[in-house]
């Protein structure tokens, strides 16, 4: 169940009511917040079905346990249990745009299924680097971001917050060859005064949602680079719908792809 580091303590009390988790693991701080003081002003109801609340930061304090201590504690399994495609793997909540955020039952099969096929389209392999500062607490940087650079052997270069020099930087020094990002991420790339400084060339394919003018930019500006559009949401493991390599511009830029296999 992947909380959003912007949590909110009548979020986390809705989160682990709905789904009923038994373990919680956080940080102390992280983005100038204080979690362990979102878990207190939670209430302590909220920690009721809890079996056990583990820093992975550092220190235990009262309930809270460390990670060293965790460790300790954990009990090998001889054999991996066998799991059943459509056996629940993930809550994932929604954004509660019009209520209270909705938890999606995501299957096994299904994010696998999903992170292979967009590995597939976009011809991921080992000599690619990737960078991304989508959040992977949010689908589109967990299952097609995270999860299909895991499966296809990419090492994928993530930050905290979103900079756009810092990534700029990155793109050049560890020649980066994958972009991601929703429109916007590319719009303050392309404002900053150190896009026309730096060396973009290793770049050979960049995956983005959002609208068409945002697409337009990154083909004029980013240079001669695949666009994979997508379209995607939670209750479809993220992306459902992708560009495919050979697209034209006019495909690339004015359509959402075309559906990944079995969606």
């Not at 695949?226 to 690339?252: H, K, N, Y």
Request: net charge negative; with cysteine.
């Amino acid at each position: 169940v992947p909380l959003s580091t912007r949590q909110k303590s009548d979020d986390l009390r809705h989160a682990q009511v709905k789904s009923r988790a038994k373990s919680l693991y956080l940080t102390g701080d992280f983005l100038e917040i204080d979690f362990f003081g979102v878990l207190e002003s939670a209430g302590p109801d909220t920690c009721l079905d809890l079996k056990q609340i583990v820093n992975i930061g550092s220190e235990g304090s009262g309930r809270i346990r460390s990670m060293d201590d965790w460790r300790a504690r954990i009990t090998p399994v001889p054999d991996l249990p066998v799991v059943e495609s459509d056996a629940p793997a993930m809550i994932s909540f929604t954004s509660g745009t019009t209520s209270s955020p909705k938890g999606a039952v995501l299957g096994h099969g299904s994010l696998i299924h999903t992170a292979h096929s967009v590995g597939e389209r976009m011809a991921i392999n080992l000599g690619d680097r990737a960078v991304s500062a989508m959040p992977f607490y949010h689908n589109g940087g967990f299952v097609p971001t995270l999860m299909s650079s895991l499966m296809f052997g990419c090492p994928l270069h993530s930050q905290p917050r979103f900079d756009p020099e810092y990534v700029l930087s990155i793109i050049a020094r560890e020649r980066c060859t994958l972009l991601s990002g929703v429109g916007t991420i590319f719009t303050m790339m392309i404002d900053s005064p150190e896009f026309s400084r730096t060396d973009l060339s290793s770049l050979r394919a960049v995956r983005i949602t959002g609208p068409v003018d945002e697409r337009r930019a990154v083909v004029e500006r980013f240079g001669n680079v695949a666009l994979f559009s997508l379209w995607g949401m939670t209750e479809t493991t993220s992306t459902a719908t992708l560009s495919c390599l050979g697209d034209s511009t006019r495909e690339q830029v004015d359509t959402n792809g075309k559906p990944l296999p079995g969606k």
